[in-house]
């Protein structure tokens, strides 16, 4: 990586460095060794007519298909043969082909090895989440942008598609796992040691509340830094050298990365969301995350023992 510009700007934590690139994210692909990225995590504009401060996002389909597989292209070129790219495509309820267009742009280049669904927001009626999850109420959570609409639902997910070059991409499925409600099934599934099982595909992350999106959000489409900061845990944070999102925008995936001590290289062709990604990245340097495997585990031992207090009681 010795031929790469010189960076906008470095964020150093630790050992650890977020390098900004003030560029189209493909001139900075072209200048990447191939298999040099383990884990890209991004989200590209999504043709929907939304308002970016510079770029256009008013491509005809064809055309910003066209660039998409491009830019797929130059990513897979890059990323390491057992590495992943999480790609998050949201769609608008008028035009819910775009998502799974994007998906298809990629198939010449990588295998789909999982879909997952970020789930934004969700109802849960106290009835079917059973007695054991002690709701005293029907449960309504996140956030939505309500459509008035008597064709089209609210729009309460996106797409993360998980594309490896060869389907094959060895996954961390514990360091997201979710304590066992019911002990007995610890001993029944193999791989179950840790008293957590796998998250599955469906991950609930809601944005956080803000109070003015202007001065709070000031970028139309981010995704929360807990949604990168899982794909990284997915894939492995051990196994991660460098991590990279060719759309930073205000930065999200660097956030991540900052906050689990990965090296991070990202591309943006506007300054001013630049210049806010790097300044989010430099604060969040002190780790919060996830809970740790630790953490998990006494969560786990606390629910094993109050599923046999019950028990005996
Ligand atoms: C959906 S947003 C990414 C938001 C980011 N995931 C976050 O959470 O802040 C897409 C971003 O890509 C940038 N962009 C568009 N075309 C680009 C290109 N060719 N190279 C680099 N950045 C580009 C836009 O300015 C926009 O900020």
């Not at 031929?3 to 650890?16: A, E, F």
């Not at 999504?46 to 660039?67: A, M, P, Q, V």
């Not at 295998?111 to 989440?129: F, V």
């Not at 340097?285 to 969560?299: D, E, S, V």
Request: overall charge positive.
């Amino acid at each position: 990586m010795s031929d790469l510009p010189k960076p906008y700007q470095i964020v150093t934590t630790g050992s650890r460095q977020c390098k900004f690139y003030l560029t189209d994210c493909l001139d900075l692909f072209k200048q990447l060794p191939k298999h040099s990225v383990n884990v890209i995590v991004t989200s590209p504009p999504y043709n929907l007519g939304i308002d970016y401060n510079s770029y256009k996002d008013t491509l005809s389909r064809s055309e910003y298909l066209t660039w998409t597989e491009t830019w797929i292209g130059a990513a897979a070129r890059v990323l390491r043969p057992d590495g992943s790219l999480f790609l998050n495509v949201g769609a608008k309820p008028s035009d819910p082909w775009t998502a799974l267009d994007v998906a298809q742009a990629a198939r010449s280049h990588l295998r789909l090895q999982n879909i997952i669904h970020w789930i934004k927001s969700i109802a849960i009626e106290r009835a079917s989440a059973g007695a054991a999850a002690g709701l005293t109420r029907d449960l309504a959570v996140g956030h939505y942008k309500p459509i008035n609409s008597d064709r089209f639902l609210n729009d309460c997910h996106e797409f993360v598609f998980h594309l490896t070059p060869h389907g094959s991409t060895g996954l961390d499925r514990l360091a997201l796992g979710v304590p066992y409600q019911d002990e007995s099934n610890i001993s029944r599934w193999r791989g179950a040691g840790e008293g957590v099982r796998c998250r599955g595909n469906t991950w609930f992350i809601p944005y956080e509340t803000i109070q003015r999106r202007d001065r709070d959000r000031p970028h139309p489409a981010t995704f929360p830094p807990r949604l990168p900061e899982q794909c990284l845990r997915l894939h492995g944070v051990k196994r991660v050298q460098l991590a990279m999102d060719p759309f930073t925008g205000l930065g999200s995936t660097a956030v991540a990365c900052a906050r689990l001590g990965v090296n991070f290289i990202g591309a943006e062709m506007d300054e001013t969301y630049l210049a806010e990604a790097v300044a989010r990245t430099r604060e969040a340097r002190a780790p919060r995350a996830l809970p740790g495997r630790a953490t998990r585990m006494r969560k786990a031992e606390l629910t094993s023992s109050t599923m046999k207090r019950r028990a005996e009681a």
